[in-house]
């Protein structure tokens, strides 16, 4: 079954440094998403990319934030500086199609950030 | 906008008895609705959906979820607890314009021998 595969599971990283999160999406998804859990809270949504674009972000992602698909294949989240809250567990999901269809998104397993 | 409200952020249960979480929702547009359920450390795995036509909807494991919109609810029920059930469980909303999912709370459902 197809599957969405996020790497690494687990990511230490000390404050103000960059962190990459790598996501391989289901491959003939279009619409490619990032959400992110605190430990012991609700998933929150942090942005939509679709035709190599963002379709949509939320307030979390600021500045510090952005995504990329720079191949075929892989969809990034990279924050530029971590600060200590942006510990979190990274969710990246995919969807078939966007507008005009029952969406469905498809999880990842998450990867781990810890900001030390 | 949407939002999910998910009653209760525990629910404890014995093994055999029937379980109910409960979600209500709010959208200006038809919705659709998902339960996610998460097991310790690790991601999220969809349980069931509504998107139009039956409003009870049957999904893995033997939950299954009713969607009333007079009552603006999607509640998730189980006739019989198991102790694998014990996991952290997500209503969601979605609709036609597709860009994101909005999630519950969540409700984290623990099973009793």
């Known amino acids: 079954e197809p599957e969405v595969t996020q790497t690494p599971s687990h990511q230490v990283t000390q404050m103000g440094q960059e962190v990459i999160l790598r996501c391989v999406p289901i491959s003939n998804h279009l619409y490619f998403y990032w959400y992110r859990q605190i430990l012991g809270q609700k998933v929150e949504f942090l942005v939509s990319f679709y035709n190599n674009e963002i379709s949509e972000k939320s307030e979390i992602f600021d500045d510090q934030f952005s995504v990329e698909r720079p191949d075929g294949s892989n969809f990034t989240l990279k924050i530029r500086s971590t600060k200590l809250e942006d510990s979190a567990m990274y969710f990246c999901?995919?969807?078939?199609?966007?507008?005009?269809?029952?969406?469905?998104?498809?999880f990842g397993q998450g990867t781990r950030l810890t900001v030390v | 906008a949407q939002s999910v409200t998910q009653l209760g952020s525990h629910v404890s249960v014995s093994e055999g008895a029937l379980v109910l979480l409960r979600c209500n929702y709010s959208s200006s547009v038809p919705p659709y609705l998902f339960w996610y359920v998460q097991y310790p450390n690790q991601g999220l795995q969809l349980l069931l959906k509504?998107?139009?036509?039956?409003?009870l909807v049957k999904g893995i494991n033997g939950f299954e979820a009713e969607f009333k919109k007079s009552e603006t609810s999607f509640h998730l029920t189980k006739p019989s607890a198991h102790m694998s059930d014990a996991a952290e469980y997500f209503c969601a909303v979605s609709n036609t314009g597709g860009f994101k999912t909005i999630f519950g709370a969540g409700t984290r459902l623990f099973v009793k021998a």
């Open positions: 509504y998107t139009t036509g039956a409003t």
């Open positions: 999901a995919s969807t078939v199609q966007g507008a005009s269809a029952v969406q469905e998104a498809f």
